[in-house]
């Protein structure tokens, strides 16, 4: 089992930044992928970054160089630092950790940390 915690999110003028922590507790490997999706009312969970335990990124087109992903495998936390935000980037932001253990893919999401950008 895992459990995913996630903070960082907050209230901040278009054109700021904010950085989004999620915090990985229980069957970690550093060869977990893990990322961020997230979420605006009325809309599906989009992927907006992920990172490969080899350390390989993908990013949605529309956040690509304004957010930055990055992980501390030290400390089971993986980073979503957010320049340059927009209005449209309001949404809830999920973390998401994804494992195979003995052939099996698992799946595991935190509650998600709310992110408000006001124009």
């Known amino acids: 089992q895992v459990q995913l915690a996630e903070s960082g999110g907050g209230l901040v003028q278009a054109g700021g930044s904010l950085t989004l922590s999620c915090v990985a507790s229980?069957?970690?490997?550093?060869?977990?992928?893990m990322g961020w999706y997230r979420q605006a009312p009325g809309k599906q969970r989009d992927l907006v970054a992920a990172?490969?335990?080899?350390?390989?990124?993908t990013y949605a087109d529309s956040v690509k160089g304004r957010f930055t992903i990055s992980r501390d495998n030290a400390k089971n936390t993986v980073y979503l630092q957010m320049n340059s935000l927009k209005p449209e980037d309001t949404a809830v932001y999920y973390c998401k950790l994804v494992n195979t253990r003995s052939g099996r893919v698992y799946a595991y999401w935190g509650q998600g940390t709310q992110v408000t950008v006001s124009s």
């Open positions: 990172m490969s335990g080899g350390g390989i990124t």
């Open positions: 229980g069957s970690i490997s550093s060869t977990d992928v």
